[in-house]
Antibody, heavy 115, light 107 residues
Framework: QVQLKESGPGLVQPSQTLSLTCSVS????????VGWFRQPPGQGLEWMGI???????EYSSVFTSRLSITRDTSKSQVFLEMNSLQTEDTATYYC?????????WGQGVMVTVSS | DIQMTQSPPSLSASLGDKVTITCQAS??????IAWYQQKPGKAPRLLIR???SLESGTPSRFSGSGSGTDYSFSISSVESEDFASYHC?????????FGGGTRLELK
């Protein structure tokens, strides 16, 4: 069945770089797109960017300057890297499969930005 | 960017009540709206896509309607498992944007 699972550090220091991995199963990254989202504590959801099945990426203008999404299709993994983290980047980060709409989501990974 | 204004931010209901949540888009989204349920500490679950199309496994007490800029999501008779947060998402145009969410609580 379709599954996505995020992994990464729970704590990142201010000004450092966040690196997250989304490991997928049950579908191919060359057939489906995968997006990244975040949700600050007690707040709403925010789309960050997407890795299209063809290998191109698209980013929200909010994050364009400091966000990079890449993938390793052989390992069925999509990666998120975001630099210059600040305390306001504290959030739960999710990856989700896009199939005309975001239909399957990972469980999320909570990331705290603090010294 | 398309702004999605979701209301109310919170809602109190009793078991068996009918509840309705609305999302208003800042421009027409041609029915490309989805509704998600999210329970504390869990990932969003897709309930409805394209305004009114229920996902497999979504109970029939959930429904969606609307057109143009105005959309609504309803639960015909609230059950205990429905107490959660609900989010609308427009996916007609990048950047995809969500409403602020509605927290459904037990009265």
């Amino acid at each position: 069945q379709v599954q996505l699972k995020e992994s990464g550090p729970g704590l990142v220091q201010p000004s450092q770089t966040l690196s997250l991995t989304c490991s997928v199963s049950g579908f191919s990254l060359t057939s489906y797109h995968v997006g990244w989202f975040r949700q600050p504590p007690g707040q709403g959801l925010e789309w960050m960017g997407i890795m299209w099945a063809g290998g191109k990426t698209e980013y929200s203008s909010v994050f364009t300057s400091r966000l990079s999404i890449t993938r390793d299709t052989s390992k069925s993994q999509v990666f998120l890297e975001m630099n210059s983290l600040q305390t306001e980047d504290t959030a739960t980060y999710y990856c989700a499969r896009f199939n005309w709409v975001f239909d399957y989501w990972g469980q999320g990974v909570m990331v705290t930005v603090s010294s | 960017d398309i702004q999605m204004t979701q209301s109310p931010p919170s809602l109190s209901a009793s078991l068996g009540d009918k509840v309705t949540i609305t999302c208003q888009a800042s421009q027409s989204i041609n029915k490309y709206i989805a509704w998600y349920q999210q329970k504390p500490g869990k990932a969003p679950r897709l309930l409805i896509r394209y305004t009114s199309s229920l996902e497999s496994g979504t109970p029939s007490r959930f429904s969606g309607s609307g057109s143009g800029t105005d959309y609504s999501f309803s639960i015909s008779s609230v059950e205990s498992e429905d107490f959660a947060s609900y989010h609308c998402l427009q996916y007609v145009k990048l950047p995809w944007t969500f409403g602020g969410g509605t927290r459904l609580e037990l009265k």
